[in-house]
């Protein structure tokens, strides 16, 4: 089985948050059949619709919704403000007051002596 791609996940991400596969791709510098493509090679990797399609956009399916959150807390995970600050506006990371990390809590280890 294929792996999903961190692309893949931005992706995902940004069409949510815009609400349109066109307007997520003006916002990610992508044609819209290649935001179309990405979303659809996710979707047949993992056997499930992620996103409802209508007229008006797009909405995240169930199982959207909680890729979106996996993805969201990846991210946060792999960038000082994460990208659930970047593409959300608001803080998504598991240290849940919404602050940068200070000094040496950035590097430490969960649950280390830091």
């Known amino acids: ?30 044609s819209q059949p290649a935001v179309s493509k990405a979303i659809a090679e996710m979707e047949y990797t993992l056997g499930v619709a992620l996103l409802d399609r209508t007229p008006q956009g797009v909405e995240p399916t169930l199982y959207g919704r909680v890729l979106l959150k996996w993805a969201v807390a990846a991210f946060d995970d792999l960038s000082p403000g994460g990208a659930g600050d970047r593409v959300f506006g608001r803080s998504c990371g ?14 430490a280890a969960p649950g280390s002596d830091r």
């Open 94 to 107: 598991r240290r849940g007051e919404g602050r940068e990390p200070r000094g040496d809590e950035r590097w």
């Open 1 to 30: 089985m294929r792996r999903l791609k961190l692309r893949e996940l931005r992706i995902l991400m940004t069409v949510v948050h815009a609400g349109s596969m066109g307007k997520a791709a003006a916002e990610l510098a992508l």
